[in-house]
């Protein structure tokens, strides 16, 4: 029976994605391009109240955004221009980085939308500067397509990637990194060990759908630009880690984004070692697994001695990062009426 499931949920999933892709091509052929873009956001918009008032216990707060993304994903090919309205704040972020000889890490991470940052960062750059993106696939040519854009240079991750992206930086160019695997996937810390490395610096981006159908593009200067050490690279996790769930939660942009933070946990290396590092780039859903997994161990009578004391300060220091993150907005967050809930339990206000 499980693996009819399995089946079934994979050719309905399979099937859905082809009618909106259908659907999306006819809008194309029928409706001139300027307004492509709102008569999308109408669908996006009807397919989530719908999604809101069928299944409210597990509703996605970000589905407008992530259908919107997903449409544009399917008009793209071909060459196909049309108008997408954006509004940029912290732009001057953006020209300060790239008017150095030096080139720059500009980091965001696998949420809806993410790809109107390639454009921005285009313009900005001085004549001559490369951007490229890295990516878990490329296509044949080493490119990706991109949204009213020509496609781009792309490095997928692999054992060379190190030495490539270095030689970009050398040469001035910008390096487009994504902090997570995929979209909902732990933060990982690699790419800010990267930073430290090299000796570049980073910036970072999150993108917003607002209500009215314009998309916020916001630049901010990373809490900790360099990276050098393991205070600062905590910095920068929990940094884009807030701010990644609060979209993904549905919330409201900050009216600015602070990014002169400090870690929401001060533990030093010699206390964790490499398993704090591990542990605080887990997903909330991921902790409490391990978590349970390690009172599982420590129950059972036929674990050796030995290893009780590493289970148990590990399952001390999950608990620990599971109890800062309870400050932290979480996207199964959500009232019964669907609306993102913020950390003293009250519903959100609707983004402006």
């Not at 912290?90 to 020209?95: F, K, T, Y």
């Not at 490369?130 to 792309?154: F, H, S």
């Not at 979209?183 to 000796?199: A, C, D, L, P, T």
């Not at 942009?253 to 400090?262: A, H, I, Y």
Request: overall charge positive.
């Amino acid at each position: 029976m499980a693996w009819v499931k399995r089946k079934w949920t994979y050719y309905r999933s399979h099937a859905t994605g082809e009618v909106l892709r259908w659907l999306v091509l006819a809008e194309a052929m029928v409706r001139p391009a300027d307004r492509w873009y709102w008569d999308l956001l109408l669908a996006a918009k009807t397919l989530s109240r719908a999604m809101r008032k069928a299944r409210p216990g597990l509703f996605d707060p970000s589905l407008e955004a992530r259908l919107m993304h997903r449409f544009l994903d399917i008009l793209s090919p071909g060459g196909r221009r049309f108008p997408i309205p954006t509004r940029v704040e912290g732009l001057e972020i953006l020209q300060a980085a790239a008017a150095g000889n030096e080139g720059f890490v500009c980091c965001t991470a696998h949420v809806p939308l993410v790809k109107l940052f390639i454009p921005v960062v285009r313009k900005v750059l001085r004549p001559g500067a490369e951007l490229v993106v890295t990516v878990k696939y490329a296509q044949e040519d080493g490119c990706v397509d991109i949204w009213n854009d020509a496609p781009m240079r792309a490095i997928e991750i692999g054992p060379g990637v190190l030495l490539q992206t270095r030689s970009l930086l050398r040469r001035g160019g910008c390096l487009l990194m994504l902090a997570d695997k995929e979209q909902g996937e732990y933060i990982s810390s690699n790419i800010f060990r990267f930073v430290g490395k090299v000796g570049t610096r980073i910036i970072m981006g999150f993108p917003h759908l607002l209500d009215d159908g314009t998309v916020l593009l916001q630049i901010v200067e990373a809490p900790a630009p360099y990276c050098r050490n393991e205070v600062e690279i905590r910095a920068n996790l929990d940094f884009i880690a807030q701010n990644v769930r609060s979209i993904l939660a549905g919330g409201a942009p900050p009216e600015k984004v602070r990014s002169s933070v400090m870690p929401l946990a001060q533990v030093s290396v010699a206390e964790g070692g490499r398993d704090v590092d591990r542990i605080q780039i887990y997903s909330r859903a991921q902790l409490k697994t391990r978590a349970k997994r390690l009172e599982q161990l420590l129950s059972d009578p036929a674990t050796k001695v030995a290893d009780r004391a590493l289970y148990e300060k590990r399952l001390q220091l999950m608990r620990n990062e599971l109890e800062i993150r309870s400050q932290v907005l979480s996207r199964t967050e959500f009232g019964p009426d669907g609306r993102p809930l913020g950390p003293d339990g009250k519903p959100l206000p609707p983004k402006k």
